[in-house]
């Protein structure tokens, strides 16, 4: 996936398939389905900055590989109709709100996004998950059902989510919650609907989040806004 570089959060990202090598040790590429050779239709900066002190920053399009060896992975997402269990326009309470859907009048919310969530929640638990992808994950409209999450664990050196790869999100993409010294670093995110990375409280301390990139494929001004996220 390479990333869009228009100004103002226009354009929409490019996805390919890397078919080989070629002599000059050029990457071949194929369209996202493999059938043909893929052309790069759009323009993508790439330009020096001159940040003083002798020193140049390299503008350029992140660009991200998707693939890995295990995959966790479920069925396609699942639109349901949320259940009418709150008096008035109030938010549910958590207990309800991370059960199930829901309604809540106040956003007018109908339905909720349903597909998969991985968690360690409470003191004690460990979540150490690496070199993976995961993928229709999140569920939007339920409560701390994210692709990944971190909940109330407090501190746990073990806790470790590096190198994965994330895509087709909703709601998060990896969440961390009354946790304190986890280790999230070198995961790439595309297409996650809301947040990225998400520190619930601001009070989780001593997380090392490191050289993760995360992308957005849709064009802002596009149908999806983005990936801004309703409800």
Not at 150 to 176: Q, S
Request: net charge negative; aromatic share 8%.
């Amino acid at each position: 996936m390479i990333a869009p570089t228009e100004s103002g959060s226009n354009g929409d990202a490019s996805a390919f398939v890397v078919g080989g090598f070629d002599t000059d040790n050029s990457i071949r590429l194929l369209n996202k389905f493999g059938t043909s050779t893929g052309i790069v239709d759009q323009l993508f900066r790439a330009e020096p900055k001159y940040t003083g002190n002798g020193m140049n920053a390299l503008m350029q399009a992140e660009v991200i590989n998707l693939s890995r060896n295990i995959i966790i992975t479920g069925d396609d997402f699942n639109h349901v109709d949320c259940q009418r269990d709150v008096i008035g326009n109030g938010q549910p309470p958590d207990a309800i709100h991370a059960d199930h859907c829901s309604c809540w009048g106040a956003i007018q919310r109908t339905k909720c996004t349903m597909g998969l969530h991985t968690v360690a929640a409470g003191e004690g638990a460990v979540l150490n998950i690496q070199y993976t992808r995961f993928e229709k994950c999140g569920q939007r409209g339920i409560l701390g059902k994210y692709c990944t999450h971190f909940h109330l664990i407090k501190n746990c050196t073990d806790c470790k989510i590096i190198g994965n790869a994330f895509e087709y999100g909703h709601h998060r993409g990896t969440t961390i919650h009354g946790t304190h010294l986890t280790t999230v670093e070198e995961n790439v995110y595309n297409d996650i609907r809301g947040a990225t990375i998400y520190i619930e409280d601001g009070n989780e301390m001593y997380n090392h989040i490191n050289y993760n990139v995360g992308i957005c494929p849709w064009a802002f001004e596009g149908v999806k806004r983005g990936c801004t996220i309703p409800g």
